[in-house]
């Protein structure tokens, strides 16, 4: 698809036409199978919300240095470059008697249970094999602890497509309906991401489980083992029971014969990854510029994403790992400033599509909120300067908490970071389907492009992030600046070269569903 009206009103009556066709074939779901389906959403959501608060904490606790945590979170970005368009193809041509979507969300739910059992008790295992107790490296844990993280990312990612594609298939092809799905999958989002932060806030939970607390798991393991507790039951209640009501509509006989005659059944040789390479070869120059700046959003996003709590702990409360103290105080009253993210990520997101038409256009909103984001990021090293030049200690020499302002003026950052990321989360997934190539690839194609656009950045700073932040010094304010740049970086494009989508014009167009499909 080429910029311009012509082409895009013969895209718009392409999306027409197959929206009619795919409404005709397949029958409309009651609202309540879809806000069922949906709520898995936030059973998925509550465990990332503990991996962003408080795993990379806990990686250094088993004695992985600050500038090799970020190696572990390559496991993200390289299973959702993988597992999830592999999924998604093979749900799509699934033809087992459970449905074709259900089998690989079960799936996806049993190896999560696994994984989370890994990870959680990587310290005892690891203790149980040989290694040492106290400080210093856990060469044991720290494997069991990557082979479970790995497993739990390539769970995520299994989970995450088909629940989509099922909510898609509920949904009868009405655009009205597909909204409305996608909203209350973003909403279930916001719930698991505000009880995931609660969650990695409070530090008593290992009291309700006191089994978890073990000699070579202290209290802060032993809390993080707990929510993991917490966040199994919550994602196999909502799974099972949305598994066992909602019955989902197989493939119609047509459009598998569709895809049979167009070789995307099992007759095709390179049936996923030849779509995959076509949709790239044919990309539209307005979804290069849309890939550019979603790349550049997410490199501002993902150094803030990967050590927020670490940053709070360490450079304004002046913590150090495993401390026990200041550092455990720190990463919890970070989890808090996530929380309170989360709540005005989920009121700014019912605001997207009225700010849109209110600042004349989603792209230019998307421009002004990454300016947004820069100075957020660029705040950071302030926040932290006020911190060091405040630090107090008591009449035995033991450092203290900082003061309330500098408290206030990090929760307030993590409080207004919400506003941009809701667009984040929104408007590049819509303009992904307004600017999506007609050679062949369907929206799902199209999405799974633009993941390219968020799973490279994140490799890529999941690489170098942790050796760059050494080269200043340690610390996390190194790659907060890179991520100031790279937002003011993106927001200067979306501004100047993003075309402007016909579909502004339209209400409800912007609405798009996300989720941190990584």
């Not at 910029?3 to 929206?19: A, I, P, R, T, Y």
Request: aromatic fraction near 10%; include cysteine; glycine fraction near 12%.
């Amino acid at each position: 698809m080429e910029n311009g009206e012509g082409v895009g009103k013969l895209s718009d009556c392409n999306s027409v036409q197959v929206e009619q066709g795919i409404e005709q074939a397949l029958p409309k779901s009651k609202l309540w199978k879809i806000c069922m389906v949906a709520s898995i959403a936030a059973g998925i959501q509550f465990g990332w919300a503990l991996q962003l608060s408080l795993l990379t904490p806990y990686v250094q606790l088993l004695g992985i240095p600050h500038r090799f945590a970020s190696f572990i979170w390559l496991c993200g970005p390289i299973s959702g470059m993988i597992v999830q368009p592999v999924v998604g193809y093979y749900s799509d041509n699934c033809s087992s008697r459970f449905g074709r979507r259900r089998p690989f969300i079960a799936a996806g739910a049993a190896l999560v249970t696994i994984a989370v059992f890994l990870i959680g008790f990587a310290a005892d295992l690891g203790h149980a094999s040989g290694d040492p107790l106290g400080r210093g490296s856990k060469p044991r844990a720290i494997g069991v602890f990557v082979v479970g993280f790995w497993i739990l990312d390539v769970a995520n990612n299994m989970l995450q497509g088909p629940c989509r594609a099922l909510l898609a298939d509920l949904s009868g092809g009405k655009s009205g309906r597909m909204r409305t799905a996608n909203a209350f999958f973003s909403f279930f989002m916001a719930v698991g991401n505000i009880l995931g932060y609660a969650a990695g806030s409070y530090s008593k939970f290992y009291k309700v489980f006191p089994f978890s607390k073990t000699t070579a798991c202290d209290i802060y393991c032993a809390n993080l083992k707990s929510c993991f507790f917490i966040a199994i039951f919550l994602l196999l209640s909502l799974t099972t029971l949305a598994l066992t009501v909602v019955r989902e509509n197989e493939l119609p006989e047509e459009e598998m014969d569709e895809k049979l005659a167009a070789g995307d059944g099992s007759k095709s040789k390179v049936p996923l990854f030849g779509e995959i390479f076509g949709a790239l070869r044919d990309l539209p120059r307005p979804m290069w510029i849309l890939l550019l700046v979603t790349c550049l959003n997410w490199i501002a996003w993902f150094p803030f994403f990967l050590y927020d709590t670490d940053w709070m702990a360490k450079e304004v409360y002046g913590g150090q790992v495993g401390d026990g103290r200041l550092y455990d105080l720190g990463v919890h009253v970070g989890a808090l400033g996530l929380l309170l993210n989360s709540v005005v990520l989920g009121f700014m997101s019912l605001a997207v599509e009225y700010l849109g038409k209110k600042i004349g256009g989603v792209k230019r909103l998307w421009g002004v909120l990454n300016f947004v984001l820069a100075v957020c990021m660029a705040l950071t090293v302030l926040v932290t300067k006020m911190a060091e030049k405040s630090r107090r200690y008591n009449a035995a020499g033991v450092l203290m908490a900082p003061t309330s302002g500098v408290k206030i003026g990090a929760l307030s950052l993590f409080g207004v970071l919400g506003i941009p990321l809701a667009v984040t989360y929104s408007i590049p997934f819509a303009l992904a389907s307004i600017f999506s190539s007609s050679a062949g690839s369907g929206q799902g194609l199209s999405l799974g492009v633009l993941n390219l656009g968020i799973v490279v950045p994140q490799m890529l700073v999941s690489i170098v992030g942790g050796p760059w932040d050494d080269l200043f010094g340690g610390g996390n304010l190194p790659g907060f600046v890179v991520g100031a740049v790279a937002a003011a970086a993106s927001g200067v494009l979306a501004l100047t070269m993003l075309p402007s989508p016909p579909a502004d014009a339209k209400p409800g167009a912007t609405m798009g569903g996300f989720h941190s499909e990584q």
